[in-house]
């Protein structure tokens, strides 16, 4: 019973992580153009809140870091893994901290985290290229983070009401 | 007793709702300020500046046409296009072409970034401190 219990949770980690991989495969494929090449919309956030609600903080982080390091090595360059590490990072941290606060539906953590996973990637670009030139596009970047963000969250309440019953 | 849980929700619910009214007030007060931010930038700019690895590399006016060669890092090169007070790049020898795919740019602030050539083109209002300024006609072809 015990193993039982533990290859499951294993199988739905894994689960987790092989979905996170193939948003991040799916987002790779529409690239910003005309903002900063290497950027991403943030669609990997769904994962993560999944985790968040299902398992716990901990689990969150940690399928999201392992998520960023395997699409880095095989899809990815240098760049854009230090985008997405750091928008990764930095929209999981907020998103954490307002689920603590119990005060935030799953779709407003979710636009705040979609907020921040393209600040910390405009953070990354200035520091990478030495410019502020990308301040420009923090409009439509901050406008994209909401929408992805809605977008993200609806999906991902959908997804967990579905699984309410689940024990992950 | 029942009453009494449902009371105590409500109250719950509404101490979440003002918090969700004051988080969508904060992220759209944001967004105008940078909307208006973005207006300001909006203008045609006068001066295309290009940096590789950060350093000024040249300065070009945006009235003037031309086509100049951008030397990149790691032996990679951009042709810069200055044309109808537009700038963009035509050719690259960067592997993804993303610089050429990003267009024309005219407005201050704008951009157009190579990141495998670390190669930053952008406009400007002012000819700004040149680290290793060339001669614009040594450039020019
Ligand atoms: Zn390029």
Redesign the pocket.
Known sequence: MQLQNKSRKLAARGMLIALAFVLSWIESQFVFVSIAPGMKLGLTNLVVLIALYKINEKEAVVINVLRILLVGMTFGNMFSFIYSLAGGLLSAAVMILMKRGKRFSKVTVSVAGGIMHNVGQIIVAMIVMKTTAVLYYVFVLWISGIVAGALVGMLSAGILKHLEKVEL | MKKQDHIRQDVNNSKKNSYEIIFWIVIMAVCVVLFVLSRFMYKTGKYVQVRVDGKIVATYPLEVDGEYTIKGSNEGY?TLVIEDEQAY?LE?S?P?????KQGRIHRRSQSII?L??KVVVEITDDKGESDEQEDVDAVAK
């Open positions: 951009n790049i690259a960067c993804d072409g993303l610089c050429i190579c495998p050539n």
